[in-house]
């Protein structure tokens, strides 16, 4: 099985509408993250959580808001979708800087097209 | 606020030739990352690059960092066509969240 598992794997919806995306993962990471990627620009952080209490935004939380319901779960909301909100969106998760394991391990992607 | 620069772009390449992916930063960054991305796939670590001086190899692909000029590079050996792939190096800022590159799209042709 997967160690970070997303659902749904793709959406489509209309302007207006409220998303949520929801990231799972079985590697026991306190950290986890949101980035959305989109062609030419390599992929951009929107959220990250560092704990369940810890949520911070990254470079581009405009118009996304997040949950951290529990250690293994982190979701991202787009309250009211529009069309340049249209990408592939990654979760990630990772240990502290410095440990054994020092790099995010990402999960497969979500596609999301608002029209 | 860190920004991260790769190039070239796009990279279109013959099996057996060598080339460098260029990545340089604009602001001090405790360790430099390199991901593969296939298409339609998600990320892949490659290499944690943690100190100037560092230098890394799996295969055909080394990377090293320079931190004083702010620059890794990602050097292909007699490439396959199997290295064809997006590849993104990444820095950590000071309030550790991760910057990206754009990407450089690799293609190796017979």
């Known amino acids: 099985d997967a160690d970070v598992t997303q659902t749904p794997r793709n959406r489509i919806t209309k302007t207006g509408k409220r998303i949520m995306l929801e990231c799972s993962q079985t590697?026991?990471?306190?950290?986890m993250y949101w980035y959305r990627q989109d062609p030419g620009l390599g992929l951009r952080l929107i959220y990250y959580?560092?704990?369940?209490?810890?949520?911070n935004k990254g470079e581009i939380s405009d118009g996304y808001s997040v949950s951290r319901q529990a250690q293994a779960k982190f979701s991202l909301s787009l309250e009211s979708a529009i069309p340049n909100q249209t990408a592939l969106y990654f979760c990630?998760?990772?240990?502290?800087?410095?440990?054994?394991?020092?790099?995010?391990?990402f999960g497969p992607g979500t596609r999301l097209t608002v029209l | 606020e860190l920004k991260v620069e790769q190039n070239p772009l796009f990279l279109s390449m013959q099996e057996g030739k060598n080339y460098t992916i260029y990545c340089n930063y604009s602001?001090?960054?405790?360790?430099l990352y390199w991901y593969r991305q296939d298409p339609g796939k998600s990320l892949e670590s490659l290499f944690v690059?943690?100190?100037?001086?560092a230098v890394k190899q799996e295969g055909r692909l080394m990377a090293s960092l320079d931190t004083k000029a702010r620059l890794s590079t990602l050097h292909i050996t007699a490439a396959v066509h199997d290295l064809s792939a997006t590849y993104f190096c990444?820095?950590?800022?000071?309030?550790?969240?991760?910057?990206f590159g754009a990407g450089t799209r690799l293609t190796v042709k017979p």
């Open positions: 990630a998760t990772s240990d502290p800087p410095g440990g054994s394991t020092d790099t995010q391990y």
């Open positions: 590697k026991g990471h306190d950290r």
């Open positions: 959580s560092f704990d369940v209490k810890d949520i």
């Open positions: 602001t001090t960054s405790d360790r």
């Open positions: 690059l943690l100190s100037n001086g």
């Open positions: 990444a820095g950590l800022a000071n309030n550790n969240d991760m910057r």
